[in-house]
Structure formats: structure tokens, C-alpha cells
């Protein structure tokens, strides 16, 4: 092996080694967040699986125009207090939900208004660029990669005119590894060289760097 590629394969395990440190010190970060905010939750509903549903959908929907709560925090709270299925289930209506809400708020607001606001945003190019887009993979994009606010993507694309089942389409598969690696993580996250952290962290890497490099391709 030569050198040249030697140094690459360092260069490679460093920059690997130092997402991973990043990943696990984020999370670390927001599953305390979201022991509070479930906390909170099952106080007032007594520990009731029905209840504490409906109150993180309603978080959820809230969410829609409270752009508070980060969205893995709701992915990680789902995580800690159902089983798994349940939890990733309960994770994909809240999305339903949430983005739908957003999208047709945004189709009435309108095309002006969104513009303006998400033009604010210093991500805002990444998204405009696909105004005219109505396709699945345009919205699978802009999910993935690093953007403005969801809610406010939500809202803008609603407001060009995009259909709105490639719009969910898109959404959904572009969410759906960071809620899952969320969920798995946030029930791992004291042992980051477990295969229940480790599977869905390599998953969640390859799909980001595919996402980056059809986005360059498709934007040059």
C-alpha cells in the first residue's frame, strides 16, 4: 500500500471517527431534553399509552407553528417510552400530521408570503432551487440535506403548487433515517458500539453522502 492511499484510509477513519463523536455528543445532548419533556407528559396523563399518544401527536401538530421542540427530540421522547414498532409507528403519524398541516397552511399563505420568509433563512437557496420540481426526489433532497426549518420547508413547498402526495413521498423517505437512527440511538446512546446504534448510524451515513452527491449532480 503506498503511502498516498495509507493517508486516506487515516484521513477516512478520522473523519469517521469524529461524526460519530459528534453524533453521540448531540444526542447525549437532547435525549435529557427529552426525558424532561416526557416526564412532563406522563404527568399529565398518568402513564396512559392512550393519552401519552395523543400527546405527542399533539406536540406534533403544534410543532406545525411553534417552531420550538427539535424534531428529534419527539422522535427520541417516542423512543424511550414505547417499544420499538409502536414507537417508529407513532413517529411517522406525528410526521404525517406535522407536515401535512404544514404544507397546506403554506398553499394558503401562499406562494409571496413563503418566499419572503424562508428567504430569510441562510439555507433558503437549497430549497428555492427546487420550487418547480414536482417530483419525489426533489423533496426526498431537501429533506436530507441540511436546510431551513422543517416546517418552514414544509410551508414553502405547499406554496408552489407541488402535488401532495410526491411531496409525502419524498418527505417521508427523507426523514425516515434520521427518525429512525433517533430512535434506536436515543435507546442506546450509553453504548455507541452497540449493533443497535452502530447498523442504523452506517445506514444514515450512506444515505447522507448519496443525498449530497445526487443534490451537486442535480443542482449543477
Known amino acids: 500500500m503506498n ?6 484510509y487515516i484521513a477516512a477513519a478520522v473523519a469517521f471517527l469524529a461524526l460519530l463523536l459528534t453524533f453521540i455528543g448531540t444526542y447525549k445532548k437532547l435525549i435529557p431534553l427529552a426525558g424532561e419533556i416526557l416526564s412532563k ?11 401519552t399518544t395523543a400527546a405527542i401527536l399533539l406536540l406534533y401538530v403544534l410543532k406545525t407553528v411553534i417552531m420550538v421542540i427539535p ?3 419527539l ?7 414505547f417499544p420499538l414498532p409502536y414507537a417508529i409507528l407513532l413517529n411517522y403519524t406525528g410526521i404525517v400530521l406535522e407536515m401535512s398541516l404544514g404544507f397546506f397552511l403554506g398553499r394558503y399563505l401562499g ?5 419572503e420568509m424562508i428567504k430569510k433563512n441562510k439555507y433558503a ?6 420550487e418547480n420540481d414536482n417530483s419525489i426526489l426533489s423533496s426526498f433532497l431537501v429533506r436530507i440535506i441540511k ?10 413547498l405547499g406554496s408552489t403548487g407541488m402535488d401532495y402526495v410526491p411531496y409525502l413521498a419524498g418527505t417521508l423517505l427523507g426523514l425516515s433515517p434520521g427518525m429512525i437512527l433517533s430512535v434506536f440511538i436515543g435507546r442506546s446512546v450509553d453504548n455507541p458500539i452497540s449493533f443497535e446504534f452502530m447498523v442504523p448510524f452506517f445506514i444514515y451515513l450512506v444515505l447522507i453522502l448519496t443525498a449530497i452527491i445526487v443534490f451537486k449532480l442535480k443542482t449543477k
Open 75 to 81: 422522535y427520541i421522547s417516542a423512543g424511550l417510552i
Open 41 to 51: 407528559i406522563l404527568e399529565y396523563t398518568g402513564r396512559s399509552p392512550i393519552l
Open 111 to 115: 406562494k409571496h408570503k413563503m418566499s
Open 3 to 8: 503511502k498516498k492511499r495509507r493517508y486516506c
Open 71 to 73: 424534531e428529534t427530540v
Open 125 to 130: 437557496d437549497r430549497v428555492v432551487k427546487f
Open 147 to 156: 436546510g431551513p426549518p422543517l416546517d418552514l420547508t414544509s410551508m414553502f
